[in-house]
T-cell receptor
Framework: SQKIEQNSEALNIQEGKTATLTCNYT??????LQWYRQDPGRGPVFLLL?????KEKRKERLKVTFDTTLKQSLFHITASQPADSATYLC?????????????FGTGTKLQVIP | GAGVSQSPRYKVAKRGQDVALRCDPI?????LFWYQQALGQGPEFLTY????????KSGLPSDRFFAERPEGSVSTLKIQRTQQEDSAVYLC?????????????FGPGTRLTVL
């Protein structure tokens, strides 16, 4: 069966360090993968999309890698700040073709400690 | 407003009651999605509209769930005869018409509690 795994435990890191979050999947062949941020009481906010033929994508302090052989994506936040504390969700394309049908992971809660 | 809005933000229902949840997407957005998010879980796809056409309702958990978007803008998710397992946050998202990688913009959600 299809499965998406993200670190179920919260990740605590010191301010200024690099946070690395993992998204592993099985029985998917996604054309793209996305990362979202979700704050308590709010809907997810789109951060980055990476396609299957892209190895790496960057946006400001964010970097995403996508390894279709390992079936894994890594999400990095460099020079982390307390404002980066949130839950981060990965989402995989289900290959519906004409529209964006994605399956979300359970999310990893990141806490950046001042 | 510029974003997706949902109402009510919180809804408490007694088991067996019917509820209606409203979503106002970003003006001009063709695509509209409904998701259900249980506590500690990621959002789960419920249904998808392109304009007024409901093209995918494969995620609706039972025939007690019904969604509509009659004029291709505002959408309503209706749950009949609510059960305790329906307690969750219901999220709405909209996107433009640039294809399957177009960004989805989420509303704040409606937290439904069924007693």
């Amino acid at each position: 069966s299809q499965k998406i795994e993200q670190n179920s435990e919260a990740l605590n890191i010191q301010e200024g360090k690099t946070a690395t979050l993992t998204c592993n999947y099985t029985n998917y062949s996604p054309a793209y993968l996305q990362w979202y941020r979700q704050d308590p009481g709010r809907g997810p906010v789109f951060l980055l999309l990476i396609r299957e033929n892209e190895k790496e994508k960057r946006k400001e302090r964010l970097k995403v890698t996508f390894d279709t052989t390992l079936k894994q994506s890594l999400f990095h936040i460099t020079a982390s700040q307390p404002a980066d504390s949130a839950t981060y969700l990965c989402a995989l394309d289900e290959g519906s073709g004409g529209y964006q049908k994605v399956t979300f992971g359970t999310g990893t809660k990141l806490q950046v400690i001042p | 407003g510029a974003g997706v809005s949902q109402s009510p933000r919180y809804k408490v229902a007694k088991r067996g009651q019917d509820v209606a949840l409203r979503c106002d997407p970003i003006s001009g957005h063709v695509s509209l999605f409904w998701y259900q998010q249980a506590l500690g879980q990621g959002p789960e796809f419920l249904t998808y509209f392109q304009n007024e056409a409901q093209l995918d309702k494969s995620g609706l958990p039972s025939d007690r769930f019904f969604a509509e978007r009659p004029e291709g803008s505002v959408s309503t998710l209706k749950i009949q005869r609510t059960q305790q397992e329906d307690s969750a946050v219901y999220l709405c998202a909209s996107s433009g018409n640039r294809g399957p990688t177009d960004t989805q913009y989420f509303g704040p959600g409606t937290r439904l509690t069924v007693l």
